[in-house]
């Protein structure tokens, strides 16, 4: 199987900053697409962005200009860089991936178990 761990959440002050890493480890060919979302209790899960292959990334307005993801493809890592933190960023983020575990064209989504960041005074 596939696991994916994040970690580097926690309390920030607003206008702060934190730094979120993702490793994905197990039976893996390669990743596509990997990202982050977030969600507060009573909210859908939101994309907060995505990066592919090729380094090809995305971000909502919401986060635009404040939050980088990067990506390291031999150590299977991906990273969320978040600046200029506001309380609206409170959530518990997730790490995902497109994940290929064979040379075959099957693309399977996995989830990590997600990691709390707090933006308070």
């Known amino acids: 199987q596939v696991q994916l761990v994040e970690s580097g959440g926690g309390l920030a002050q607003p206008g702060g900053s934190l730094r979120l890493s993702c490793t994905a480890s197990?039976?893996?060919?390669?990743?596509?697409?990997i990202g982050w979302s977030r969600q507060t209790p009573g909210k859908e899960r939101e994309s907060v962005a995505f990066?592919?292959?090729?380094?090809?990334?995305d971000y909502p307005d919401s986060v635009k200009g404040r939050f980088t993801i990067s990506r390291d493809n031999a150590k299977k890592v991906v990273f969320l860089q978040m600046d200029s933190l506001q309380s609206e960023d409170t959530a518990v983020y997730y790490c995902?991936?497109?994940?290929?575990?064979?040379?075959?064209?099957?693309?399977?989504?996995?989830w990590g178990q997600g990691t709390q960041v707090t933006v308070s005074v």
């Open positions: 995902y991936a497109g994940v290929r575990r064979s040379t075959g064209n099957i693309e399977y989504k996995y």
């Open positions: 197990g039976r893996i060919f390669s990743i596509n697409v």
């Open positions: 990066i592919t292959t090729n380094g090809i990334t």
